[in-house]
């Protein structure tokens, strides 16, 4: 075991024989940490949490009561390889959260950035990569192989399919099942998903300048309105604009992806 002699581990905690732990971390009562976890330099860990399987922690990031971190995925074709876990730095996981290590068939690792908030009973599954400063609301789910990229928003009781890519900035309301990739700076809701528009609030709060949400404005309409497939018309966005936020959403359309788009209502 390796514990950083500035760490604070309560005496009814179990820190199994070779478990890493930085300093200044806190380590609550009746909380368990596997003997190949990590946990950085001021880590919390609070009650009743367990952190297991071959698990890194970043600094900061606090882990609260119930929360079950590192455990194996829920797939039926796991047989026991080894596999990780990587969380980020300043995270804040809250109670009953749980996320698993990834699968050999999804390149062995879920990946977790900085900066993110998951709420009470989230869930992040195998081989999923997590951007930065993401939030998963109340009882979220992102499921097997999903790709949530940068600053993107999950409301409550939200599920994402396997596969799917959600695209910086977007946010998914309450309540809603996306089963397709969902552009940047989209706006997703109702309770199949779908495609409604911009995220425009967070466009404005993260002070985008007029010019470029015009420009999204004007984009997301000849997604929705211009002629032929929709990869055809991110294509021809592709050739007009100058936008650099409008040539984000024509370079995730036009990348490889396993699904299909959400699309605007014609």
């Not at 309560?10 to 009746?30: C, L, S, Y």
């Not at 952190?51 to 026991?80: M, N, R, W, Y």
């Not at 599920?159 to 996306?178: F, L, N, S």
């Not at 936008?243 to 984000?248: D, F, K, L, P, Q």
Request: charged content about 25%; hydrophobic content about 40%; some cysteine.
């Amino acid at each position: 075991m390796s514990v950083d002699p500035a760490a604070l581990i309560h005496p009814m905690a179990v820190v199994e024989d070779g478990a890493g732990i930085g300093p200044g971390t806190r380590v609550g009562p009746f909380s368990v940490i596997g003997a190949e976890v990590r946990l950085g330099a001021n880590v919390e860990v609070k009650s009743n949490a367990v952190v297991t399987g071959k698990t890194s922690i970043g600094d900061e990031t606090v882990i609260f009561s119930g929360a079950v971190i590192g455990e194996i995925p829920q797939d039926l074709k796991f047989k026991g390889e080894e596999t990780r876990l990587v969380v980020g730095k300043r995270n804040r996981i809250r109670e009953g959260v749980t996320m698993n290590t990834g699968t050999d068939g999804g390149g062995g690792e879920t990946r977790v950035g900085d900066d993110c908030l998951f709420m009470t009973g989230a869930h992040v599954a195998h081989d999923a990569r997590v951007g930065d400063r993401v939030i998963v609301a109340n009882q979220g789910a992102i499921a097997g192989h999903c790709v949530i990229e940068d600053d993107v928003i999950i409301g409550g009781l939200s599920g994402i399919h396997q596969w799917v890519r959600v695209g910086r900035g977007a946010i998914i309301g309450a309540v809603t099942m996306v089963t397709n990739d969902v552009i940047p700076y989209g706006l997703v809701q109702s309770p199949r998903g779908q495609l409604d528009g911009l995220n425009l609030v967070g466009l404005k709060r993260k002070g985008v300048a007029r010019s470029d949400i015009t420009a999204l404005r004007a984009a997301f309409q000849m997604l929705a309105q211009g002629d032929g497939a929709f990869q055809d018309r991110a294509r021809r966005l592709g050739e007009e604009t100058d936008s650099a936020y409008v040539r984000e959403i024509v370079d995730f359309v036009l990348d490889a992806s396993d699904r299909s788009y959400l699309t605007p209502e014609r």
